[in-house]
């Protein structure tokens, strides 16, 4: 059974803060792996994708990756009320281009 | 990004009835789509695998003939949701890989069955 586990949250944090996002695969064999943002009643929207080990930065966001550790993060830096969100962790499979989805970490950023 | 059209965006409908639902890749070719579930504080559930050209995979128990994908064209794949029952009831969304597998998702369609 491929898995991706994510803390379901709701993870609360002050504005300005950093936000950290956590998630872990059971494929080690996955490559590419992304965090996508889903507001209520929305569909996903792609924020990052990463496929090397290490950090990723775009604008306020740092994806890391640990192939070894199979483990996948999201750094949300000076965290902003419009952030409040789902964030879904998403691994492609090796086969099929299929993508398994964690079951998401709900982000309240308070004012 | 890529751009992925779905409509209709909401349907309600009576028990018994048929619904179809179509995605298109606006401004890519897709030979590949995806169709997803997603039940109210629920994460995405895949439910199959539209193929243009051939059949449709689908996923462990997702009813082949209750959910009916055809990929039309490079840019279309419908899903007909056969005799909807109210267990039905879901937000449906499609999703097409460009790039580096990369998978934009369309804005949904969110079926009500009464």
């Known amino acids: 059974q491929k898995e991706v586990e994510q803390n379901s949250g709701p993870l609360s944090v002050p504005e300005g803060a950093i936000a950290s996002l956590n998630c872990t695969y059971s494929?080690?064999?996955?490559?590419?792996f992304f965090w996508y943002r889903q507001y209520s009643g929305k569909s996903p929207e792609l924020i990052m994708s990463?496929?090397?080990?290490g950090d990723k930065e775009d604008g306020r966001f740092t994806a890391q990756l640990n192939k070894a550790s199979q483990y996948v993060s999201l750094l949300i830096r000076d965290s902003q009320p419009s952030d409040s969100a789902t964030y879904l962790c998403?691994?492609?499979?090796?086969?099929?281009?299929?993508?398994?989805f964690g079951q998401g970490t709900e982000l309240s950023v308070k004012p | 990004g890529a751009v992925v059209s779905q409509h209709p965006s909401r349907v309600i409908c009576k028990s018994g009835t048929s619904v179809k639902i179509e995605c298109r890749s606006l401004?890519?070719?897709?030979?590949?789509m995806f169709w997803y579930r997603q039940f109210p504080k629920k994460s995405l559930m895949l439910m199959a695998t539209?193929?243009?050209?051939?059949?449709?995979?689908?996923e462990q128990g997702v009813e082949k003939d209750k959910f009916l994908i055809n990929h039309a064209s490079l840019t279309l794949s419908t899903l007909t949701v056969t005799s909807a029952h109210p267990e039905d009831s879901s937000f449906y969304i499609c999703?097409?890989?460009?790039?580096?597998?990369?998978?934009?998702f369309g804005p949904g369609t969110r079926l009500t069955v009464l």
């Open positions: 990463i496929y090397s080990n």
């Open positions: 999703s097409a890989p460009t790039g580096r597998d990369t998978q934009y």
């Open positions: 401004d890519f070719q897709a030979t590949t």
């Open positions: 494929d080690r064999g996955s490559q590419s």
């Open positions: 539209s193929n243009e050209g051939s059949k449709a995979t689908y």
């Open positions: 998403a691994v492609l499979l090796d086969q099929g281009g299929k993508l398994i």
